[in-house]
């Protein structure tokens, strides 16, 4: 008889280093969580040196709300990357050529290309304040999931770009 290999988990256990226990029968499956890079504590409004809380007042004010989100607490870290992002958040995500819902569709598509969970929720739920319905949630999925697949087989058979498309 040989030794069980310790380094492998169990019925039931975790693998060393999963934040996911075994998925139950009849459980739906569940995206893994993130495990890349240190995790840096959110700097609140109260704890934030002026500069940031500059920044932190202006978000509120912009986005008439109360509150700030994570992501940029955690930006605040450094104050000058805080800044430079919101800069370009009014800019780009402001007044323009396309609607707020396009934008946040659009952000929302290139989000979940990205595997990016967090800008997912932020602009799924700015995207749903817009007025984005399930039917249209549904179909962004349905074309993100067709252009990523027919991008990497475009990538992978490299054809010659049409002369009508150029």
Known sequence: MHARDKSRPQNGQR???SRHGA???GEPPRAPEPTGGATLVPIEYADASAE???VYDDIMATRKTDWVNNF???LAHHPPTLGRMWSNVK???GPGALDPLTKELIYLAVSISNGCRYCIASHGAAARQKGMTAEQH???AAIVGLANESNRLVFALDPVVD???R
């Open 15 to 17: 693998a060393a280093g």
């Open 72 to 74: 940029w607490k955690v």
């Open 163 to 165: 002369e009508r498309f």
């Open 91 to 93: 800019q780009v995500m």
């Open 52 to 54: 940031v809380r500059s």
């Open 23 to 25: 998925r139950r029968r």
């Open 138 to 140: 549904a179909e962004l």
